[in-house]
């Protein structure tokens, strides 16, 4: 089955305690990219991967890294997480972006920092 | 990238048709009109996307007037299981794969 996967599902953490959200996907995209999604605020891109060794920023990166390393995977890092990165985290794949494309979203991952 | 406007909230009752009018004045040439559906606490569905006229697969039909500034997402015959939001994007191919989500429109459908 064609999808893409987050671990955890669910974390509850501490401020300043360095954490890693994972993604995968199996469709061999090579685009992939994460969102933040805030009551209020909608769905926002923090960081995007064009293909492998290939990221950039997007409107939210303050506070995060990624990885591209391989294809299938593009980790989420918080180095320090802050209260304010409490929100609802998707990770995103899709086919080299162009015109009639479309974006395959995992579950999400809920994050909580206290 | 084009701004999308949308209304923030509908509701339906089971069995009808609904329409949600999405409006895009500063649409460029090489941009799609893309529909996507998102229920609580899960990632946003890719529903369906077009150009102009009408597009239509086994969920949605898109209605794109000649001058592109709106588009029309119709949903046939809906059930409880569609209440959901429903987002309008402008997509381009010149914008890294950036989806821009407004606020949506949250579609309730009752009994």
């Known amino acids: 089955e064609a999808q893409v996967t987050q671990n955890p599902r669910y974390l509850i953490t501490v401020t300043g305690k360095k954490l890693t959200v994972t993604c995968s996907q199996n469709m061999n995209h090579e685009y992939m990219s994460w969102y933040r999604q805030d009551p209020g605020l909608g769905l926002r891109q923090i960081y995007y991967?064009?293909?492998?060794?290939?990221?950039d920023k997007g409107d939210v990166p303050e506070g995060y890294k990624v990885s591209r390393k391989e294809k299938r995977n593009f980790p989420l890092i918080l180095e320090s997480p802050s209260p304010n990165q409490t929100s609802l985290y998707f990770c995103a794949s899709s086919s080299t972006p162009g015109q009639e494309y479309e974006q395959y979203f995992g579950p999400g991952t809920r994050l909580t920092v206290t | 990238l084009a701004k999308t406007t949308q209304p923030i909230s509908m509701d339906s009752y089971e069995g009808q048709e609904v329409n949600i009018t999405c409006s895009h004045n500063?649409?460029?040439?090489?941009?799609?009109i893309t529909w996507y559906q998102q229920f609580p606490s899960q990632g946003p569905r890719f529903i369906i996307q077009g150009y102009k006229t009408k597009v239509t697969n086994e969920v949605a039909s898109l209605f794109i007037p000649a001058d592109r500034k709106s588009s029309t997402l119709s949903l046939p015959r809906v059930s409880l299981s569609d209440t959901a939001v429903y987002y309008c994007l402008v997509v381009s191919d010149n914008q890294g794969g950036k989806l821009i989500f407004g606020q949506g429109t949250e579609l309730s459908v009752k009994p």
């Open positions: 500063n649409i460029a040439t090489n941009d799609y």
């Open positions: 991967s064009m293909n492998v060794e290939v990221t």
